[in-house]
């Protein structure tokens, strides 16, 4: 089950929640997933979730594969979350100032929000070079693995932090910091400076570095930008640190005049 579906409260009412629960657990990784598999998950009877999933594939929310066995989401599915981009301010200002990141230095650039335990991609700027790291918007990643996520979460108090994540932290490389006591420090140190890191954290050999934008009630947003770390060794870290604090400091101040941060 979801963690929203576990967080649901008793006054939710439970046809809304079940279609909210499936497009929840459609939209993970983008997953295909039969009737037996997503009743299981969601804990519902298989005869109850067919009669919701059938008028969802009629209003186009999920589609079915031609074996008419597996679900996914469908093109309203698409369609409302590009409505969602464009009506946000932080992504809809953030299109320049990406654009002139990733121009500097040639790296992928992402603008990220905190969602949970998780950072989603909001925006992307390709690198220039052939070798590239897979991402894309949309894709939601644990927080506690990505500079972006560090970024937002070193502006949180620690007892913020430790409430907000799923404790003992997922290991996705051996690079991961999973230790309480590290991962906090590391905030702190990313606190100081301005910026964090992700040191082949989420993806063997890829560094990243990230700004936030600031603190939002239910979480925050930051800037960053990606390489392997062949092309982002430890001075050039620095050099692409000053470029994403300038791109932050930037977007913030536009986000200020809109009184968004």
Known sequence: MTDTAQGRKGDEVKSAARVLEVLELLGQDGARLS???????????????????????????????????????????????????????????????????????????????????????????????????????????????????????????????????????EKLTPDTVVDPDAFLAELAEARLRGWAVDDGENAVDVRCVAVPLGVAPDGGDAVGCSAPRSRMGDERIEEVARAVSEAAHSLTMLLKRLGQH
Do not use: C, F, N
């Open 35 to 169: 009737l037996a598999e997503m009743a299981s998950a969601m804990a519902v009877p298989k005869s109850s979730l067919h009669a919701v999933l059938r008028t969802m594939q009629g209003r186009r929310w999920v589609d079915v594969d031609p074996s008419g066995t597996r679900y996914s989401l469908g093109l309203k599915a698409l369609l409302t979350g590009t409505a969602y981009l464009a009506g946000d301010d932080v992504a809809s200002l953030a299109g320049p100032v990406l654009d002139t990141l990733a121009e500097e230095t040639g790296e992928a650039v992402h603008l990220g929000r905190l969602d949970g335990t998780h950072i989603v991609y909001l925006a992307k700027r390709e690198s220039r070079h052939a070798l590239r790291m897979y991402s894309a918007v949309g894709r939601r990643l644990p927080a506690h693995a990505t500079a972006l996520g560090k970024a937002v979460l070193s502006q949180l108090d620690p007892a913020e932090v430790q409430r907000r994540l799923t404790w003992p932290l």
